[in-house]
């Protein structure tokens, strides 16, 4: 497994819709590293030579350090790197590179996604304190992170898009709802069937969401600390209470931590 030879990063994040990359530079700074440039590219293909471009790399050697949950495109990409960047150093992350205790029968069956996100809560969240960390994408996942930093498994549910979607592909009346309609929280009770919709979904995945973390961390001495990241996290955050806290790019930071802690600048 190659380790990373420049202070300098590339974190990739192969999800079922987009492939997220971010640039992180090493500091050796307590908390979670926030990547200094981003990009977000459509999975079927995007301009990585942009991207490279932007990076001022010209013919010296990036580092790219890739999670997926989508292999297709994640074989796309190391084909395009292999081509067109044959000198950069690539690092495609498995369960057991991570820095995380997974108390799981099959650690390699979880994605990958949600294990990056809790390597980076563990690095945040408050010593003997359990962490529930909700990552709102194409799916919604609910994971619970022990009070010991152990990755204990979790939930998954369809994201908001996906709801709205199935609702619309598996009925014959209803209509497609877009995702700028549900940008603000609708008005509960709706007084026709769009409006209705954007209830259901909108609120249905609220509810679901706090009934998950109410239950998995029923018992606990303590409240959890509560994290949200993915595209709808801005919107739901707020509707989780004050303990809440969105992290936009915890996927990608996670990576960044493994990566450094794989070339041993940190435990």
């Known amino acids: 497994m190659n380790q990373p030879a420049n ?20 500091t050796g700074a307590a908390g979670i590293p926030e990547p200094g440039q981003t990009w977000a590219l459509p999975c079927g293909g995007g ?8 990076c001022h790399a010209g013919d010296a050697s990036l580092d790219w350090w890739i999670g997926s949950v989508n292999r297709p495109a994640a074989s796309r990409l190391i084909d395009w790197l292999g081509e067109h960047r044959p000198q950069d150093r690539l690092t495609l992350l498995a369960s057991g590179d991570l820095p995380i205790k997974v108390e799981l029968p099959r650690p390699d069956m979880v994605g990958i996604d949600r294990l990056l996100d809790a390597v980076a809560v563990n690095r945040i969240r408050a010593p003997g304190r359990q962490a529930v960390v909700v990552d709102l994408g194409t799916a919604i996942t609910v994971d619970l992170i ?4 152990a990755f204990l498994g979790g939930a998954i549910l369809p994201g908001v898009e996906m709801s709205a979607r199935a609702l619309h592909e598996y009925t014959d009346m209803l209509p497609q709802i877009a995702m700028s309609e549900l940008a603000d929280p609708p ?47 801005p919107t739901i955050a707020g509707l989780l209470g004050r303990a809440a806290r969105h992290a936009p790019h915890l996927t990608l930071s996670g990576t960044a931590l493994t990566a450094w802690a794989m070339a041993g600048r940190f435990a």
Not at 8 to 23: E, F, P, S, W, Y
Not at 47 to 54: E, G, K, R, W
Not at 146 to 149: D, L, N, P, V, W
């Open 7 to 26: 202070s300098t990063l590339l974190a990739v994040d192969v999800g079922n819709n987009r492939v997220k990359i971010g640039r992180f530079e090493w």
């Open 47 to 54: 301009p990585l030579d942009a991207v490279v471009d932007q």
């Open 146 to 149: 022990s009070a010991e930093g």
């Open 187 to 233: 008005e509960p009770i709706g007084k026709a069937t769009q409006p209705a919709m954007r209830s259901g979904v909108y609120w249905g995945t609220i509810g679901a969401v706090r009934e998950l973390i109410r239950r998995m961390t029923a018992g606990a001495p303590q409240d959890p600390e509560i994290y949200l990241t993915g595209g709808a996290a």
